[in-house]
């Protein structure tokens, strides 16, 4: 699905590359995470996915990137909108603002890419199912809580269809609650399957429960890669500067008093957080 | 709806199509312009625009807007054609001015076109989604970024009023103190608008990404989910209101020239 | 026709909507700080200075028609040529480099003010008997009136007395917000003559 081979990328102007020799294979239907410190190129690889890098930001790059069959950096951004979806941070930036409820806002994708009105509808009603909005559909956007205008704008992209879906802290700026919403979204598609997800998460205990796959950045660079329980129980999280999971800290503050065998894996997860402590 | 006049109903007024009520408003426009006394001017207000909001469910909300806007004109006009246009018939003294019939009348006048104009452009934000007008004015030619930018300003300033509010409030919880002299309360307006104004220049870039991914800028024809019911009767209508607007005009032109 | 396209971007589109949310929000501001200002174009100034004169143009044009719409100040529309010629002032005087210094920046608003004031009283003189429907300016255009000017110079005299500080006060704020703008921000409008940060080839490691 997504192949990346040597991509580097340069803001304008930066003599440092933000995306610095990338190599990156991800299978069709595969929910890959993506963790790293802060200016480790996490969301400039989301805009290298959605071609914003460079179509949007401009600069320059080198290498090759492709979605399905499509070369992104060398595609402009009306082919690749609805192929490769990103959904971003701040809710309230993402709500178009040109339509007046939230069945309407979702179809501004879709009326944007001339489909007939009949085929608008259809695939509304789906995603409006999907995403458990039907109860808002009638709603100004605009009078929503974040973290239900959070599924209004995963809801918008996902109803363009596309391939893949790239997610850049989607919950960073939401409340518990709205976290919440959002992860349970994720975790329906991640269990659907079908769609190509990756997702930039701080919260790591949401990663593992559902990630197929972890990689972490640094400096630009992919430095682990690998299944989801493996890495975010690896030790170099923590020098990374990414952290653990709650799971993974707990057991390691209990194993370091030896009350547990050393050879006895840290858990990431609620369940084998159970099991550890067994 | 945020942000706009629109009163939601299901009358004929609220049905017909946008680009037909937006020919009223200008017909309404002309005659404004070009019928030439507070009589004709009050008349055609009273059969044309009030029976339409009435028609429209709207007869309330319609002459409640209209007042509003109109009071102030009447007063100012009043006051200033009034003692400052020269006249036979003194109505009024005061301070040395007199307020003369003449004047009144001409203020009134102008006060009568001003409502006829205004009252059309109401009527037609009362009973039309802005959303609806754009369409059909985008189907009509005007470009879809444009229509972008009067609904999207449209919906969010109310957010920013909101903002603005946060922040004089928490400015005044840390004891912002507006009895200050001037100078000092023009200091302040630095500090009190630049966030606000700073932050949202800076999630343009966010907004204008997301408008990308959404296909904003994809070449070719954009649909859309909303339909616009019209009618070869409304269509010839428009027609038919276009000539009486330019028949309209012609009249006056040659009225003011044979005079 | 190509520095009239590059003004039309997703980019400056997506400004042009928040810039006139701007000029029709933050008006609240002035009045609850209890100033006489209006400050109802810092938007369409800044989109003159980060974008251009068209866009500024066009975002002062669309901002009067949004006032229509809200109903908040239906007579606005008016007044769209003159908010127009404001924002393409904007641009001009950004393209001239006088936004980098806040004296050229409030001699800019000076300017403008007295351009807006001129353009404006013939509006309020010829289409509305004299007066804009706005309790204050109306005031003193009675006191100009009393004084025995006649329609046209008793507006003119008003909005000089009231347009100049308050764009003044508009451009001012404008500087201050593109002091703390981050450079890569104002780099990507770029109409600002010698600010647009030059693109420096890039090293391959
Ligand atoms: N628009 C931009 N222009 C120039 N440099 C940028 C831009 N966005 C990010 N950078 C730089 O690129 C690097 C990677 O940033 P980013 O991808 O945002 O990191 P992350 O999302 O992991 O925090 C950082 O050094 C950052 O300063
Ligand atoms: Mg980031």
């Not at chain 1, 489909?115 to 695939?123: D, N, S």
């Not at chain 1, 952290?243 to 030896?258: D, I, P, R, S, Y």
């Not at chain 3, 971007?9 to 209890?34: C, E, H, K, Y």
Request: net charge positive; with cysteine.
């Amino acid at each position: 699905m997504i192949r990346i081979k040597d991509f580097c990328y340069w803001y304008p102007g930066q003599d440092q590359p933000a995306l610095d020799g990338i190599d990156l294979e991800i299978p069709e239907g595969q929910f890959c995470g993506v963790v790293g410190p802060n200016g480790a190129g996490k969301s400039t690889l989301c805009y290298a996915l959605s071609g914003f890098a460079p179509h949007f930001f401009h600069g320059t790059w080198e290498g090759e990137l492709q979605v399905g069959k499509r070369d992104v950096p060398r595609s402009t951004l009306g082919e690749l909108a609805g192929e490769i979806g990103l959904v971003f941070q701040n809710s309230f930036n993402q709500i178009s603002g040109a339509r007046f409820t939230v069945r309407e806002e979702i179809a501004f994708g879709l009326e944007n890419l001339g489909l007939k009105r009949k085929e608008i509808e259809r695939r509304v009603e789906e995603t409006l199912a999907l995403i458990d909005l039907e109860a808002l559909a009638e709603r100004s956007p605009f009078a929503l809580s974040g973290g239900q205008q959070q599924r209004v704008a995963i809801a918008s992209i996902l109803a363009m269809q596309p391939k893949l879906l790239v997610l850049d802290e989607p919950t960073s700026q939401l409340d518990p609650r709205g976290t919440q919403e959002v992860f349970k979204i994720l975790d329906k598609l991640a269990g659907r399957g079908g769609t190509t997800v990756v997702l930039v998460e701080h919260k790591l205990e949401w990663l593992a429960a559902f990630a197929d796959r972890v990689i972490t950045f640094s400096q630009g660079r992919i430095v682990l890669d690998g299944s989801a329980k493996k890495i975010l129980a690896d030790e170099k999280l923590l020098k990374l500067g990414v952290g653990q999971t709650q799971f993974t800290q707990a057991a390691a503050a209990v194993q370091k008093k030896k009350f547990i065998p050393r050879s006895r894996p840290l858990p990431v997860t609620l369940k084998q957080a159970q099991k550890f402590f067994e | 709806m945020h942000g706009t006049l629109f009163v939601s109903g299901n009358s004929g007024l609220h049905r017909l199509h946008p680009l037909t009520k937006l020919a009223l408003t200008f017909l309404f426009l002309v005659f404004a312009a070009t019928l030439p006394n507070l009589l004709w001017l009050l008349a055609a207000f009273v059969i044309l625009l009030v029976p339409m909001s009435a028609w429209g469910g709207l007869l309330r909300p319609f002459l409640r807007s209209c007042l509003v806007v109109i009071t102030p004109f009447v007063i100012s006009l009043s006051i200033i054609q009034g003692f400052f246009t020269p006249g036979e018939t003194p109505l009024f003294h005061l301070a040395g001015f007199v307020l003369t019939g003449e004047g009144l009348l001409a203020g009134l006048t102008v006060a009568s076109r001003i409502l006829m104009a205004l009252g059309g452009a109401l009527l037609l934000m009362l009973s039309t989604r802005p959303d609806m007008l754009m369409l059909a004015l985008t189907r009509s030619g005007l470009p879809g970024s444009l229509a972008y930018v009067v609904l999207t300003s449209i919906q969010i300033f109310p957010r920013f009023q909101e903002r603005a509010q946060v922040i004089l409030e928490a400015q005044q919880a840390r004891g912002l103190e507006i009895k200050v002299n001037i100078f000092k309360r023009l200091r302040l307006l630095v500090p009190l608008m630049g966030p606000l104004v700073l932050s949202s220049i800076v999630d343009v870039e966010e907004r204008a990404m997301a408008l990308e991914a959404r296909a904003f800028s994809r070449p070719g024809r954009k649909t859309s989910l909303l339909a616009l019911a019209d009618s070869p009767g409304q269509h010839l209508a428009r027609w038919g209101l276009l000539l009486l607007m330019l028949a309209l005009i012609g009249w006056s032109i040659w009225r003011a020239i044979s005079s | 026709m190509n520095g009239f396209r590059k003004e039309f971007s997703t980019f400056s589109i997506a400004l042009m909507a928040v810039a006139i949310a701007i000029n029709i929000g933050a008006g609240q501001i002035p009045r609850a700080v209890g100033l006489p200002l209006y400050l109802d174009s810092i938007g369409t100034v800044l989109v003159g200075v980060l974008v251009g004169p068209w866009a500024g143009a066009l975002t002062g044009f669309l901002a009067n028609v949004v006032w229509t719409f809200t109903g908040l100040f239906p007579q606005a529309i008016a007044w769209a040529g003159v908010a127009a010629i404001i924002g393409a002032l904007a641009g001009v005087f950004a393209q001239s480099g006088w936004l980098k210094e806040w004296w050229r920046a409030a001699l800019a608003g000076l300017i403008t003010g007295v351009v807006a004031a001129i353009l404006s009283a013939p509006i309020a003189a010829y289409v509305f008997g004299g007066v804009t429907g706005n309790a204050g300016t109306d005031a003193i255009v009675a006191a100009w009136r009393a004084a025995g000017f006649d329609a046209l110079f008793s507006n003119v005299a008003q909005g000089t007395m009231s347009d100049p500080l308050d764009k003044i006060v508009t451009y001012l704020i404008v500087w201050a917000v593109l002091l703390a703008l981050p450079q890569r921000l104002k780099a990507r409008f770029g109409n600002q003559s010698g600010q647009a940060a030059k693109t420096r080839a890039r090293k391959r490691r």
